[in-house]
């Protein structure tokens, strides 16, 4: 099976959950911005949440399922339509042959994923398929998707087959939606004013006591200068207390770095694997969703919590993608 792309929108790029285990070579791990997101989708349609999916940025391209296909998207609501009639988000759907995903204006969010049934087939790149477009590296050769661009879809499991013949029987018109998904109650609250928890970095005692209390106090908006990279933040201009000479050291997703300038850059999916600047906090992993879907100009506040509560916020999220996955293998057994 394929799907077409009539047009691809802002950015729109296959990716999974990242290229893990060269980060020694100096190859970022990359993956989904929104990773919950992302795998939420591949649970509602039965894939390993590993599965490649397509990340859609702010203005989403049109594409045309040339066979009947299940998908679900999640994330950001990018008013996503098929063939006109609004698409529910965060529920599975079988589309038919021949319909058309489009999208409208950014109502809530920046990132939306795309799952279909089987996974976006394209080469395996040092074990991932994600696309790393500064390098060229995964998706489709290496860089955003094209109006013209055919991708293949792998073969379906079996639980993606269960799911699908439940929602064909009642299918009407262009989409059958399924009438369960995933709850409100444990999806990201995406909002363009978000207050992010951080934990303490490696030199988050090196600020100045005024820049500690501006940077929990303080309102900070994302700059124009955002990408897959890192967010550069505008608002209070931080200090510290006094210069360090530092050696290049290991850096991941949410590290918030301080460049001498004093406006903090936080990490993002494609960051590069180490770094120079003073680490004066990190995101919360819990709350990495969250920064994924800010866009420019969107505002937000930072609050510390201790390394334990991250922790045990961790696990909790865990224990419901856990929990939302062995739902969906029970009411599709059989």
């Known amino acids: 099976m394929t799907l077409r792309v009539q047009s691809a929108g802002l950015l729109t790029t296959v990716q999974d959950l990242g290229r893990s285990g060269h980060q020694q070579e100096g ?6 911005m929104d990773a919950f997101a992302h795998r939420m989708a591949a649970l509602l349609v039965g894939n390993d949440e590993r599965d490649a999916a397509l990340e859609i940025t702010l203005v989403g391209p049109s594409i045309v399922f040339e066979r009947e296909t299940l998908i679900a998207l999640t994330g950001a609501d990018l008013t996503a339509t098929i063939d006109g009639r609004a698409m529910r988000l965060w529920r599975a759907a079988v589309v038919q042959e021949g319909t058309t995903l489009s999208f409208a204006q950014a109502r809530a969010g920046c990132r939306a994923y795309l799952a279909v049934a089987g996974g976006i087939d394209v080469p395996l790149v040092l074990g991932s398929r994600s696309t790393y477009i500064r390098a060229g590296l995964g998706g489709m050769s ?51 004013a978000p ?35 890192g967010f550069r933040l505008e608002g209070p201009t931080l200090e510290l207390m006094q210069p360090l000479e530092l050696i290049s050291e290991a850096v991941t997703f949410g590290t918030m770095q301080l460049p001498p300038g004093g406006a903090p850059i936080i990490l993002m999916a494609d960051r590069q694997t180490t770094g120079g600047y003073p680490r004066i906090a990190n995101v919360a992993t819990v709350d990495l969703p969250l920064m994924a879907q800010l866009k420019p100009g969107d505002s937000l506040r930072f609050t510390f919590i201790s390394l334990d509560e991250a922790q045990r916020l961790y696990l909790a999220r865990e224990r419901e993608i856990t929990q939302v996955k062995r739902a969906i293998e029970l009411r599709h057994a059989h």
Do not use: K
């Not at 079996?158 to 799911?163: A, E, G, N, T, V």
């Open 27 to 32: 190859v970022p791990e990359g993956g989904a």
């Open 142 to 192: 290496g860089r955003a998707l094209r109006g013209g661009d055919v991708l293949n879809i792998g073969t379906p499991p079996p639980l993606s087959m269960r799911i699908g013949a439940a929602l064909r029987q009642p299918a009407q018109g262009s989409v059958a939606v399924g009438g369960w998904g995933a709850g409100a109650s444990m999806r990201p609250a995406y909002t363009s």
């Open 195 to 229: 207050t992010i928890r951080l934990i303490e970095g490696s030199h988050t005692r090196e600020l100045s006591p005024n820049s500690r209390t501006q940077l929990t106090d303080g309102v900070f908006r994302l700059s124009p200068h955002c990408d897959r990279q």
